[in-house]
């Protein structure tokens, strides 16, 4: 299932968020999206998920989600948004309980093999480290085979060792089995590690400004690599000014 936005524009009473954007959003890539602070990335995603109508404009789900899908559109957050008194099990088995699956033990043993995380089924939320507690919250997306994960900088809240360490766990888990999924993320190394397509956006109202497409398979793009450092320096180019513009007008807020 692709989705689509349709000349979306959006406007909190009167702050104009986003404008006119129309954009593709392909399944089976990752598409990350990147901006000054407050162009609206994460209203965005909202809108994509369907949490919010746009002001002006549509979204569109085309096509029909995969084969065994419980939540088409699912996130997957900064802060892992885990329930503290369940278990990794349990915390994956909460998106899957109403659903009375005959496979659901099936399902969870897949996922948290996907994940890396089938030694620690039993462990609770305060004994994993941030790493392990994002790895659970993906798992818990990946375990409803959703059409789109919408995912709001999932690495932001992690260190930058553990954070690379993710973006490895990343990559592997889409070479072995691609998934779609839409990345907000201030971090450009991010986006060209993990980026099929980079949507840049302008300050507020933010605006589609250039989309880079990155043609390097994902399990080839090495970190520290020349040609990713390249691509990450043209798209600071392109967003150097709009960014210290933007951070001069939240100092005045
Ligand atoms: N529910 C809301 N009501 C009013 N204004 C809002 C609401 N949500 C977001 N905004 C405003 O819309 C603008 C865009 O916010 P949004 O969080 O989408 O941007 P962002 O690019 O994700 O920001 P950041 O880079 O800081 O994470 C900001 O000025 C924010 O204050």
Not at 46 to 57: A, D, F, I, Q, S
Not at 122 to 132: D, N, Y
């Amino acid at each position: 299932m692709d989705l689509k936005l349709d000349a979306v524009t959006h406007r909190y009473s009167d702050v104009d968020v986003l404008r006119d954007i129309s954009l593709d959003i392909p399944s089976g890539k990752i598409t990350c999206i990147v901006g000054p602070s407050g162009c609206g990335k994460s209203t965005l995603l909202r809108l994509l998920g369907g949490l919010e109508k746009p002001t002006e404009g549509a979204v569109r789900q085309v096509g029909s989600p995969p084969e065994g899908c419980l939540n088409a559109l699912t996130y997957v957050f900064q802060d892992f948004a885990l329930l503290p008194w369940r278990t990794v099990e349990g915390n994956v088995a909460l998106v899957l309980e109403d659903h009375k699956l005959p496979d659901q033990a099936a399902i969870i043993a897949d996922v948290l093999a996907r994940t890396r995380l089938t030694d620690f089924a039993g462990a609770l939320p305060k004994q994993l480290s941030g790493g392990m507690k994002q790895r659970v919250a993906i798992a818990r997306a990946l375990a409803v085979n959703p059409a789109v994960m919408l995912m709001d900088e999932p690495l932001s809240a992690l260190d930058s060792q553990t954070r690379e360490l993710l973006m490895d766990d990343l990559v592997g888990l889409w070479t072995k089995q691609p998934f779609t999924a839409v990345y907000v993320t201030h971090n450009l190394a991010e986006a060209v590690r993990l980026g099929h397509r980079i949507v840049v956006l302008s300050r507020r109202p933010g605006e589609v400004r250039e989309i880079v497409e990155i043609d390097t398979a994902l399990d080839e793009r090495a970190h520290g690599d020349a040609g990713l450092e390249a691509q990450q320096q043209y798209l600071w180019g392109l967003m150097r000014e709009e960014a210290a513009a933007a951070d001069a007008e939240l100092m005045n807020v």
